[in-house]
């Protein structure tokens, strides 16, 4: 079975930095796309980015372009959120997935395993 658990989440100011991680198990990561979203209190979940299985296909919301990246190190099963320039308005729970063909997809639907959530705060 493949479970995804995030980790480096955390409490920081505007203007800082955090980077996300992903790591699978129970599967291999090089067959899956990947994607990051987010959830803030009382939103609906939204995209963040996805990257293919090849790391040759990325998208971004248009509310993160320029400031985070989406990476894979397949070979060590992990997925990583590089985030920059972080705003409050970049306050959630952000939530790894994954799916079975390979692509970078932007909706929640094409995703079929995720993860539990890393809470990232953004508050001076």
């Known amino acids: 079975q493949v479970q995804l658990v995030e980790s480096g989440g955390g409490l920081v100011q505007p203007g800082d930095s955090l980077r996300l991680s992903c790591a699978l198990s129970?599967?291999?990561?090089?067959?899956?796309?990947m994607a990051w979203f987010r959830q803030a209190p009382e939103k609906e979940r939204e995209f963040v980015a996805a990257?293919?299985?090849?790391?040759?296909?990325?998208y971004y919301a248009d509310s993160v372009k320029g400031r985070f990246t989406i990476s894979r190190d397949n070979g060590k099963n992990t997925v990583y959120l590089q985030m920059n320039s972080l705003k409050p308005e970049d306050t959630a729970a952000y939530y790894c997935?994954?799916?079975?063909?390979?692509?970078?997809?932007?909706?929640?639907?094409?995703?079929?395993?995720w993860g539990q959530g890393t809470q990232v705060t953004v508050s001076s």
């Open positions: 129970g599967g291999t990561l090089s067959r899956y796309g």
């Open positions: 997935a994954g799916n079975f063909d390979g692509y970078a997809r932007s909706r929640a639907l094409q995703y079929h395993f």
């Open positions: 990257i293919s299985w090849t790391s040759s296909s990325r």
